[in-house]
């Protein structure tokens, strides 16, 4: 009983600070105390539940460095002149009507390819809300289509974290989960297509990037070699290189071009990568300005409280006298059903895609006892779920990182047809199941 009152409590806290429009940053710090008390109530000293804290931050302690890294590049992108040559270049092929749709593909390529959704927020994100920008294409729209794009990859790439988890918790092989992951997600994806190709034409962009290589001449010098950071991504990650290292060899190609060819200072560039671009025009800043480490900031304070829960649910079990209930309602709306119940749920109270698909796998092992079927049941559930819940990690960064509102992860539209999809499939074919049954 004790624990129900406190997640809801807990909830009942994110749901007040999000509709009064209060930073989840409050919601969160009163959620870690809400669970710290817990901990004392349940006969843990306070020594030990700081400890448990402590763990939890320790476990993402890299990803705090990809969030530094990340910060830095979305600044050094624009000021190196990387992303302004990269839209000079491209205006001139893509339509603004199909700009959506293209920003989709785009983003569903490069997080294949790096296995991140970050990188590719921080990355060809950044490049496709710049485009948008300058051609005029609303950012709610082509936020919605990033966000569907980056966790495309995150799903299924073989070198995702997230993929790799799930085959750790479920003992699994990866490319039969990749086989799996295509085949439930294929309509899915072709839906989320034809979605984007709609939206484009409804409410393509007005085509201004015709006259914007002239406006971005003012300020940068064009030339063909600026792309290099960004094709050194693409390079290293197609090598398997570190996504830390792939992203620091890439932050220093840029600065390198900063140097060289924008003819920034060492204080200009530091400045730069601290506290984001800064353009010189007016509309050009509306544009262009953002990015650096300051940036990322409020999403490192949310990884950090967040982090902070998972050792504290472990050595607690705050969370595990719920399996009983778990187990009725999979009864009810299929192993699948209760899954992406649980999956929802966790979600909202982990914060972070992680320690959500650890404790749903924690929860719902006994519902599905065939580990493939388990391990496609967590990528089509809690990896997409995840991303949806706008104080998570996994929904926070990458908004915060391509600037884009909030409320594009309502057009995020991958991200709810893939669990959609799945559910109806399930549950209809037990629905048969039950008919042949029980025939009439």
Not at 27 to 36: D, M, P, R, S
Not at 85 to 98: E, G, H, K, M, T
Request: contains cysteine; charged residues 10%; proline residues 3%.
């Amino acid at each position: 009983m004790l624990e129900i009152i406190v997640i809801f409590a807990f909830t009942g806290i994110l749901m007040g600070c999000i509709a009064l429009d209060v930073s989840i940053v409050y919601a969160l710090a009163a959620g870690y105390l809400i669970f710290f008390f817990y901990g004392l109530k349940k006969g843990h000293s306070a020594g030990e539940m700081v400890s448990m804290s402590v763990s939890g931050i320790k476990a993402v302690k890299n990803v705090l460095v990809v969030f530094l890294l990340i910060g830095m590049i979305t600044a050094l992108w624009r000021a190196a002149g990387t992303i302004p040559v990269i839209i000079c270049y491209s205006s001139r092929l893509i339509r603004p009507s199909a700009f959506i749709f293209i920003a989709f593909l785009l983003n569903c390529l490069v997080s294949v390819l790096t296995g991140t959704s970050f990188g590719t927020a921080a990355t060809m994100g950044v490049i496709c809300m710049s485009m948008a920008s300058a051609m005029g294409v609303a950012p709610l729209y082509v936020g919605g289509a990033v966000i569907s794009g980056i966790f495309f990859g995150d799903r299924c790439s073989p070198v995702s974290s997230s993929a790799l988890l799930v085959c750790e918790l479920t003992k699994t092989d990866i490319y039969g989960n990749i086989k799996a992951m295509v085949k439930t997600a294929l309509v899915p994806f072709l839906l989320t297509c034809a979605l984007y190709l709609v939206l484009g034409i409804f409410s393509g962009g007005n085509g201004a990037a015709a006259g914007v290589e002239e406006m971005f001449s003012e300020e940068f010098k064009i030339h063909w070699i600026l792309i290099l950071p960004a094709a050194l991504i693409l390079v290293l990650s197609v090598f398997r290189v570190n996504v830390k290292k792939t992203m620091a060899a890439s932050v220093l190609a840029a600065a390198v071009c900063c140097c060289v060819f924008q003819n920034l200072s060492a204080g200009e560039l530091v400045r730069t990568m601290v506290f984001g671009y800064q353009a010189k025009g007016e509309v050009l800043a509306s544009m262009m300005n953002g990015g650096g480490i300051l940036s990322m900031v409020r999403v490192m304070v949310v990884v950090g409280l967040s982090s902070s829960y998972a050792g504290i649910f472990e050595r607690t079990g705050l969370l595990t006298s719920m399996k009983r209930y778990i187990a009725a309602i999979g009864q009810k709306i299929t192993s699948f059903g209760g899954i992406l119940f649980v999956s929802a749920v966790t979600s909202m109270i982990a914060c972070n895609q992680t320690l959500a698909t650890m404790l749903t796998y924690q929860l719902c092992r006994d519902l599905e006892p065939d580990s493939e079927r388990m391990a496609i049941h967590l990528e089509n559930s809690v990896i997409v779920m995840a991303p949806l819940v706008p104080w998570s990690i996994a929904g926070a960064v990458p908004v915060a990182a391509i600037g884009a509102p909030a409320a594009s992860l309502v057009l995020a539209a991958y991200l709810y047809l893939v669990p959609a999809w799945n559910f109806l499939t399930e549950f209809g074919k037990r629905q048969k199941t039950v008919g042949k049954r029980h025939p009439a």
